[in-house]
């Protein structure tokens, strides 16, 4: 198995720091004495991190650009570092001791970024309510019930996930950040604090909107956030709003594969026509799921107009309202319409692509 983190440095005081952060992050380093040796795993390595001893003698071989490259130095450093900061490409100048717990999160990160990134799942609903919230709860909860799943609300003015999945019921309701407390947070996000702070149903993290009148999210926090739901889990979902602004744009094209949920009346299947064609532009896999009474029109014939793969079907779920209200959640019994739906999906899902 390759080291997850590069580090180069001949400073004995600083190696023997890093490796004390590397064990308590349960991962090693590995360790590049000088600069020419240190450029042959220069682009391999998930994090690199340059010491202010060699910073400069790295910048002197113009490394190629990357990403996640950090240079470290005891605190506090010392002018003209900035200048070889920049020339290697790094992300910022990080002093120790001050940004022990920070490094340790970060090689925690690069350790489970080795084997982690976790599938992702994008929702849209084809016309308005026609039940992609509630078909998006189903699938993340579905999902957390067999390994760590994350579901995102991006929409904005959705009902909410938590009251969907049952988190905001009386006389608990869950406590644990929102979107407000994420967007305008710059910096990196780990992926262990993004867990340990979101709301969790049934060993589903929930990330929604506080009450009141939503946030503006920002492109970068939404990065940050998508990215670290990616490293800390096996699933992410993510309800999509059906008007596609630029945020939620780049969320689409960052999502492996998406659902778009389409109803079966002519209204519903010419409104999922035109999402489908937005999505078309921006995502790679789109998969159709269709939403409407047992007998309605055949589903296999939405699939055809709409031109998308049927994933699966979801009959009407009788007292699903009810539930709902009560708090179960949308997929409380393994044999109810939307738990099932969730079921075929997934294992759809897994296999890759939605066709084959
Ligand atoms: N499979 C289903 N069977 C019965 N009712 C359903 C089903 N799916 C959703 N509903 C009901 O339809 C309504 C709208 O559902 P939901 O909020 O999931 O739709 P949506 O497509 O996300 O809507 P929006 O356009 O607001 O995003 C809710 O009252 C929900 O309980
Ligand atoms: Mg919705």
Sequence with gaps: MTSPALLITRDELLLDDLLRLAAAAGTTLDVAHDAAAALRSWGAASVVLVGADLAEAVASHRPARREH?????????????????LAVGAADVVELPAADAWLVELLTDAADGVAHRARTVGVVGGSGGVGATTFACALALTAAAAEPAVLLDLDPLGPGVDRVVGLDAAPHPATGVRWDALVGSHGRLGSRSLRAALPVKDGLAVLTWAPGPPVALEAASVREVLSAARRG?????????????????????????????????????????????????????????????????????????????????VPTQRRLAEHVDLGLGPVHSRRSPLSRAARVALDVQRAGRWVA
């Design 69 to 85: 490259v950090h240079v470290v130095g005891p605190g506090p450093v010392r002018d003209g570092l900035f200048r070889s900061a």
């Design 233 to 313: 889990h096996d699933v992410v979902v993510v309800d999509l709003p059906r008007t596609v602004d630029d945020v939620s744009a780049e969320v689409v094209s960052r999502c492996d594969q998406v659902l778009l949920v389409a109803g079966t009346t002519v209204a519903g299947v010419a409104s999922a026509g035109k999402v489908a064609a937005v999505l078309r532009g921006l995502a790679g896999d789109v998969g159709l799921v269709v939403r409407g009474a047992a007998a309605s029109v055949p589903a296999e014939h939405v699939a055809g107009v709409l031109e998308l793969p049927l994933v699966a079907r």
